[in-house]
């Protein structure tokens, strides 16, 4: 299962204290979205596109808005040049993350960075501060969501890099397969392997690939679901 909701993350520091990110992954209020579709197009006029010869901050911020939405929503792809931008690093650093093995940002098939793996790397960065909306207490009569949420009906599950998490239906020939590989166990009960999975150094399971081959992933982040 992909990651669509909500996930914790791990803090960062603000004012000298400790304080814990949520993003909704997936989740972004309608006037929010609204209010980037009216950024971008008053940065697709005319006049606005070509002042400066096109490099003006106007297009700068209309870009950083679309790439945060990308990011909070966890669709589409982020521009590199921007990613450097929103993650304090040069565009050199970006490239070097992008071209390691098992790094932590993931290319796109349009040739930007995958806004889930961009997430994932944003939060780990210090002094990288969420979109504003999202610190905002949620509107209930809005969403209708968060209301309805209770804690002992909720459990939270790992979340590898490529959005796929660590759920029910991962079982196989009546069992879950975690841990690295030469090293694997399998668990038939659900909470026994999430427990245990919990307590390893390197978070791992296996899951489907689109080609439904079950290959080891690593867990990076957290998502809270609902029992079943």
């Given at each position: 299962m992909r990651m669509r909701d909500g996930f914790d993350l791990p803090g960062f520091q603000r004012g000298g204290k400790h304080c814990r990110l949520h993003f909704e992954v997936g989740f972004v209020p309608a006037p929010v979205r609204a209010l980037i579709a009216e950024i971008k197009a008053f940065a697709a006029r005319s006049d606005v596109a070509h002042l400066n010869d096109g490099d003006n901050a106007l297009l700068r911020i209309a870009d950083l808005a679309c790439s945060r939405l990308a990011i909070d929503s966890g669709?589409?792809?982020?521009?590199?040049?921007?990613?450097?931008?929103?993650?304090?690093?040069?565009?050199?650093?970006?490239?070097?993350?992008?071209?390691?093995?098992?790094?932590?940002?993931e290319r796109g098939p349009d040739g930007g960075i995958k806004a889930l793996s961009a997430a994932v790397w944003l939060q780990k960065k210090k002094g990288y501060l969420a979109s504003v909306w999202q610190e905002e207490e949620p509107d209930f009569q809005e969403t209708g969501k968060a209301a309805d949420l209770v804690p002992e009906k909720m459990i939270f599950v790992h979340v590898a890099r490529d959005?796929?998490?660590?759920?029910?239906?991962?079982?196989?020939?009546?069992?879950?397969?975690?841990?690295?590989?030469?090293?694997?166990?399998?668990?038939?009960?659900?909470?026994v392997a999430l427990s245990r999975l919990n307590v390893m150094a390197v978070l791992r399971w296996r899951r489907p690939n689109d080609n439904r081959n079950r290959g080891i992933v690593s867990g990076v982040a957290w998502q809270r679901i609902e029992k079943k």
């Open positions: 669709e589409g792809e982020v521009d590199l040049r921007l990613l450097a931008v929103l993650g304090r690093v040069s565009e050199g650093r970006v490239r070097n993350l992008l071209s390691e093995t098992d790094g932590p940002l959005g796929f998490m660590f759920t029910r239906d991962l079982q196989r020939n009546g069992s879950y397969r975690i841990g690295a590989k030469g090293a694997e166990e399998n668990h038939e009960d659900f909470s």
